[in-house]
């Protein structure tokens, strides 16, 4: 588990907002959002956020400048269909060593290069 604690960087030493507000967040992205919140009600201009890891006594701070990664769908293409495939573990390598980590795109690039049927 970690403490999480979100504070002003342009406070004076030795004041609360200097000292840091604690969140109640359970992981780093959690943290970052309630941090923003807390920043933009209290009118931070700066602010950053500490963490305490109990399990293993790290401590650290996050970057809090960084905008949470977006969850959701991934990119959408127009005209795709969903579709699952049956390969071997080399042909699979393959597709995504040609598609820089991405098989699908391994594939589509592979099937617009072959010079057979158009």
Known sequence: M???????????????????FPLSAKSDRSA????????AAKGWADYGITFFR???GCRGEIDAS???AKRGAPFQMTGAVR????TDAESWATA???GNGNASLGIRL???AYPGEK
Do not use: C, H, V
């Open 2 to 20: 970690s403490i999480y604690t979100a504070y002003d960087k342009g406070a004076e030493f030795g004041s609360s907002d200097y000292d840091g």
């Open 32 to 39: 970052m959002i309630e941090a923003k919140k807390m920043a």
């Open 110 to 112: 592979a099937l617009a």
């Open 66 to 68: 960084k905008t949470p």
């Open 83 to 86: 579709r699952n495939i049956f």
């Open 96 to 98: 995504q060593r040609i």
């Open 54 to 56: 109990t399990s293993d």
